[in-house]
């Protein structure tokens, strides 16, 4: 069935360190891939998000790279900072319906070390 | 900025009994959704709803589980018959554009369900 697959499960880095975390997806008729953080506690906040017809996308520290080919999609960020720990989901938006159900991964809890 | 609410923030109830959980999505959204989160798990999509009706649901739903939007504003989760497994975070989140056009989900701050 429908599955986003994520790695790692946990990720330590240090203050000022790039992170990178990866996501596959099974439906190829997947279009919206989003990334969601969320803190302790908290509600899933989108970060940033990338649509099936562009292969990069960048917002300051963060960006996005998606591979259609490979159903690739991963999340980068630059110079983190300790604010930036917390879980990070993938998810992926699969086709068909008349709703944009999201099929989440599994998330990655980021330790920014400072 | 709007906000999808939720109530309530926490509710402890015994096994077998009937919960409703309670979400106000941002006014202008068209597609309501309830997602639940099994502590330290991802969060599971449960069901779908748009135009007054399910648009989709997950093998989670089950009979137990029903969705209502009663009025212009509110829209529920109810569970008929708690079980210990439904202990959790259900998570409503609302989204303006759906199917073909996908657009952001706003989730909101959650209901967290202990089932005793």
């Known amino acids: 069935g429908e599955n986003v697959e994520q790695h790692p499960s946990t990720l330590s880095v240090q203050e000022g360190d790039s992170a990178v975390i990866k996501c596959t997806y099974s439906?190829?008729?997947?279009?919206?891939f989003p990334w969601y953080k969320q803190e302790l506690g908290k509600r899933p906040q989108l970060i940033i998000d990338?649509?099936?017809?562009?292969g990069e996308k960048k917002d300051q520290r963060i960006a996005v790279t998606l591979n259609k080919t490979a159903k690739h999609f991963s999340l980068h960020i630059t110079e983190t900072q300790p604010e930036d720990s917390a879980v990070y989901f993938c998810?992926?938006?699969?086709?068909?319906?008349?709703?944009?159900?999201?099929?989440f991964g599994t998330g990655t809890l980021l330790a920014v070390q400072p | 900025e709007p906000e999808v609410t939720q109530t309530p923030s926490h509710q402890v109830t015994q096994m077998g009994q009937e919960v409703i959980l309670r979400c106000v999505p941002i006014?202008?959204?068209?597609?309501f959704y309830w997602y639940r989160q099994i502590l330290g798990q991802k969060v599971e999509f449960l069901v779908s709803?748009?135009?007054?009706?399910?648009?989709?649901k997950s093998e989670i739903f089950d009979d137990q589980f029903s969705v209502e939007r009663p009025d212009g504003s509110n829209f529920t989760l109810k569970i008929r018959s708690t079980k210990l497994e439904d202990s959790a975070m259900y998570f409503c989140?609302?989204?303006?554009?759906?199917?073909?056009?996908?657009?952001?989900?706003?989730f909101g701050e959650g209901s967290r369900l202990t089932v005793l």
């Open positions: 989140a609302s989204s303006l554009l759906g199917g073909g056009n996908t657009g952001e989900l706003f």
């Open positions: 439906d190829s008729a997947s279009n919206y």
């Open positions: 990338i649509r099936s017809n562009v």
């Open positions: 998810a992926a938006s699969i086709g068909g319906g008349a709703t944009n159900k999201l099929i």
């Open positions: 006014s202008n959204h068209l597609y």
């Open positions: 709803f748009y135009n007054n009706e399910i648009s989709e």
